[in-house]
């Protein structure tokens, strides 16, 4: 079909909507959006790629259906369905009649731009409850995702880094030199980890995933965090392990310089995904997509002029840096925060996780989270007086020092958060990291007790169920011989991070140095120059008709 025969069809879609208010249009490279009032109308344009083809009515109506099917696997409620344009009798376009298809589209609620993820980051009006609230979305979706044994592993990764090296010598971002060192680290690195890539693969972990979980194709619809426009052309770029899905929206937070959500992501995703024998993997993931972005970026800033393209072309380079950086190897370690219940144990924890180790920062394992899994409840849930016998107390820390273990033999560093207050549990702690060659910190948080009973009581929301009285037990019964770095527990969270970073480095844990805060601060988050989208436009980004769509 001509590009006129589509005009037509375009006609026929502004005049459907013109009831319902302003009809609005946006074009992407294998797109046209017709926007108004509470509808959209997506247009797949009649284009053929080396990677997709548009080029028949039947085509773009068997495209439409599949991305109605695999969007409403996260979205049901945004895609309202796929409707066929015909011709009728009389000549006239209509939906969904009898005479021959001309066309398809599919049909869309509308949502305010200002409920992207990607504007909620980039205005700081992202916040922590929309990331756990997520983690858990996107754990539920790979865990009902259709499993593929006959596609990914490492040798689908290594194909990828070939991909990337052709797209960033066609964009010119990087000199030939750079791209094949860049290209020679890449290999190496997935070498290392060919043989995890392929038994996962073999366990199930390549699933129909969505491909392209950026900031920019989630929203806030209905009050729920919802993925929506997933990659429906390619079932090769979409089929991939689970964690190279999620890598995307991490390596998209850590672009942004927001260090603490993507870490809480990737604990809270953990808390109902266990994933942790890929732990290693992310940094390479995340670098993977980072360079896919790099390209796509580059290659859209050649498309443009002036200060538009300069933004683009500069943040490609930003992504560039990013994923030479996180391919830098970083030591695993393990750090354990103890102290009476109401020092601030888990504040610190979340606090310092994101800067220590390789990105997205440490696996937090929490001894009040461990109970509640332990007991089958949700982690606000209260448990009785019965889940803190000693004998239970006990089983918790040896599934705390399993959990640790396995996160640091994955080659992830991990902080222990419990109470710590026995000799023999940090003895038993200390000990794990030893066994496994990591290095190790512990810091007690110390605090007179008429403050900590003060903390417990103004509690909400949080997972501990510990008393007054709990506490008061904690302090007669004391802490024993102390071996760890004391630090008092009264002083602000963000002054306790730099102590216990310090404290790391001294030990040889070292962390993310790009954004570590210097003086004990949190890190800025730096908005970076978006694509113009249409006012609550669910796109796709346009990218140049030559590199491969990882990403639209």
């Given at each position: 079909?001509?590009?006129?025969?589509?005009?037509?069809?375009?006609?026929?879609?502004?005049?459907?909507?013109?009831?319902?208010?302003?009809?609005?249009?946006?074009?992407?490279?294998?797109?046209?959006?017709?926007?108004?009032?509470?509808?959209?109308?997506?247009?797949?344009?009649?284009?053929?790629?080396?990677?997709?083809d548009?080029?028949?009515?039947?085509?773009?109506?068997?495209?439409?259906?599949?991305?109605v099917?695999?969007?409403?696997?996260?979205?049901?409620?945004?895609?309202?369905?796929?409707?066929?344009?015909?011709?009728g009798?009389?000549?006239?376009?209509?939906?969904?009649?009898?005479?021959?298809?001309?066309?398809?589209v599919?049909?869309m609620?509308?949502?305010?731009?200002?409920?992207?993820?990607?504007?909620?980051?980039?205005?700081?009006?992202?916040?922590?409850?929309?990331?756990?609230?997520?983690?858990?979305?996107?754990?539920?979706?790979?865990?009902?995702?259709?499993?593929?044994?006959?596609?990914?592993?490492?040798?689908?990764?290594?194909?990828?880094?070939?991909?990337?090296?052709?797209?960033?010598?066609?964009?010119?971002?990087?000199s030939?030199?750079?791209?094949?060192?860049?290209?020679?680290?890449?290999?190496?690195?997935?070498?290392?980890?060919?043989?995890?890539?392929?038994?996962?693969?073999?366990?199930?972990?390549?699933?129909?995933?969505h491909?392209d979980?950026?900031?920019?194709?989630?929203?806030?619809?209905?009050?729920?965090?919802?993925?929506?426009?997933?990659?429906?052309?390619?079932?090769?770029?979409?089929?991939?392990?689970?964690?190279?899905?999620?890598?995307?929206?991490?390596?998209?937070?850590?672009?942004?310089?927001?260090?603490?959500?993507?870490?809480?992501?990737?604990?809270?995703?953990?808390?109902?995904?266990?994933?942790?024998?890929?732990?290693?993997?992310?940094?390479?993931?995340?670098?993977?997509?980072?360079?896919?972005?790099?390209?796509?970026?580059?290659?859209?800033?050649?498309?443009?002029?002036?200060?538009a393209?300069?933004?683009?072309?500069?943040?490609?380079?930003?992504?560039?840096?990013?994923?030479?950086?996180?391919?830098?190897?970083?030591?695993?370690?393990?750090?354990?925060?103890?102290?009476?219940?109401?020092?601030?144990?888990?504040s610190?924890?979340?606090?310092?996780?994101?800067?220590?180790?390789?990105?997205?920062?440490?696996?937090?394992?929490?001894?009040?989270?461990?109970?509640?899994?332990?007991?089958g409840?949700?982690?606000?849930?209260?448990?009785?007086?019965?889940?803190?016998?000693?004998?239970?107390?006990?089983?918790?820390?040896?599934?705390?020092?399993?959990?640790?273990?396995?996160?640091?033999?994955?080659?992830?560093?991990?902080?222990?958060?419990?109470?710590?207050?026995?000799?023999?549990?940090?003895?038993?702690?200390?000990?794990?990291?030893?066994?496994?060659?990591?290095?190790?910190?512990?810091?007690?948080?110390?605090?007179?007790?008429?403050?900590?009973?003060?903390?417990?009581?103004?509690?909400?929301?949080?997972?501990?169920?510990a008393?007054?009285?709990?506490?008061?037990?904690?302090?007669?019964?004391?802490?024993?011989?102390?071996?760890?770095?004391?630090?008092?527990?009264?002083?602000?969270?963000?002054?306790?991070?730099?102590?216990?970073?310090?404290?790391?480095?001294?030990?040889?844990?070292?962390g993310?140095?790009?954004?570590?805060?210097?003086?004990?601060?949190?890190?800025?988050?730096?908005?970076?120059?978006?694509?113009?989208?249409?006012?609550?436009?669910?796109?796709?980004?346009?990218?140049?008709q030559?590199?491969?769509?990882?990403?639209?």
């Amino acid at each position: 079909m001509s590009t006129g025969d589509q005009d037509a069809v375009a006609a026929f879609l502004t005049q459907a909507l013109s009831g319902t208010g302003q009809v609005e249009t946006v074009t992407t490279h294998i797109s046209r959006l017709f926007l108004a009032g509470s509808r959209v109308f997506k247009l797949k344009r009649a284009v053929r790629f080396p990677y997709l083809d548009f080029s028949t009515p039947e085509r773009r109506l068997a495209a439409c259906e599949a991305e109605v099917v695999l969007n409403r696997r996260t979205a049901p409620a945004l895609y309202l369905g796929a409707r066929r344009i015909t011709r009728g009798p009389d000549g006239g376009l209509a939906f969904d009649g009898t005479g021959n298809l001309v066309d398809a589209v599919v049909e869309m609620r509308r949502f305010p731009e200002a409920d992207l993820f990607d504007t909620l980051a980039c205005e700081g009006r992202l916040g922590p409850d929309h990331i756990a609230d997520l983690a858990q979305v996107i754990a539920a979706f790979h865990a009902g995702a259709e499993i593929h044994r006959d596609k990914g592993g490492a040798a689908a990764l290594t194909a990828l880094v070939d991909l990337n090296a052709a797209a960033l010598r066609a964009t010119g971002l990087a000199s030939t030199g750079a791209v094949a060192t860049l290209t020679a680290r890449f290999r190496a690195v997935l070498a290392q980890h060919a043989p995890l890539l392929d038994a996962r693969r073999a366990a199930g972990k390549v699933r129909r995933c969505h491909g392209d979980l950026t900031l920019r194709n989630i929203c806030l619809f209905e009050g729920k965090p919802t993925p929506f426009d997933c990659i429906e052309f390619s079932e090769t770029i979409a089929t991939t392990d689970i964690l190279y899905d999620l890598a995307f929206v991490l390596m998209d937070l850590w672009h942004r310089s927001r260090f603490d959500l993507a870490n809480l992501l990737l604990n809270r995703y953990l808390d109902g995904a266990d994933e942790t024998d890929g732990l290693g993997l992310l940094p390479v993931l995340m670098a993977l997509r980072a360079v896919i972005r790099a390209h796509v970026t580059a290659a859209q800033a050649a498309d443009g002029t002036g200060a538009a393209a300069a933004a683009r072309t500069a943040e490609a380079r930003a992504y560039l840096a990013l994923g030479e950086d996180l391919l830098t190897d970083r030591p695993a370690g393990l750090l354990a925060v103890g102290g009476f219940s109401g020092s601030g144990k888990s504040s610190v924890a979340a606090a310092a996780a994101p800067w220590i180790g390789a990105a997205p920062g440490a696996r937090i394992l929490s001894s009040d989270r461990i109970r509640k899994r332990l007991h089958g409840v949700g982690a606000l849930t209260r448990l009785p007086a019965a889940a803190y016998a000693q004998t239970v107390s006990r089983r918790v820390y040896a599934i705390l020092r399993r959990d640790a273990g396995r996160v640091l033999a994955a080659g992830h560093c991990v902080v222990a958060d419990a109470v710590f207050d026995r000799p023999t549990e940090r003895a038993q702690i200390e000990a794990l990291a030893r066994d496994r060659g990591a290095r190790f910190c512990g810091v007690w948080l110390e605090a007179p007790a008429p403050l900590l009973a003060r903390r417990i009581d103004s509690r909400a929301g949080d997972p501990s169920d510990a008393t007054a009285t709990v506490l008061a037990a904690q302090v007669a019964r004391g802490r024993g011989a102390l071996a760890w770095h004391e630090l008092r527990a009264d002083q602000p969270v963000d002054a306790l991070r730099a102590t216990v970073l310090s404290l790391l480095g001294s030990a040889g844990v070292t962390g993310w140095p790009a954004a570590r805060p210097p003086d004990g601060s949190p890190a800025t988050p730096t908005p970076p120059d978006r694509p113009e989208r249409a006012r609550g436009v669910p796109t796709t980004i346009a990218i140049a008709q030559g590199p491969p769509p990882h990403t639209r």
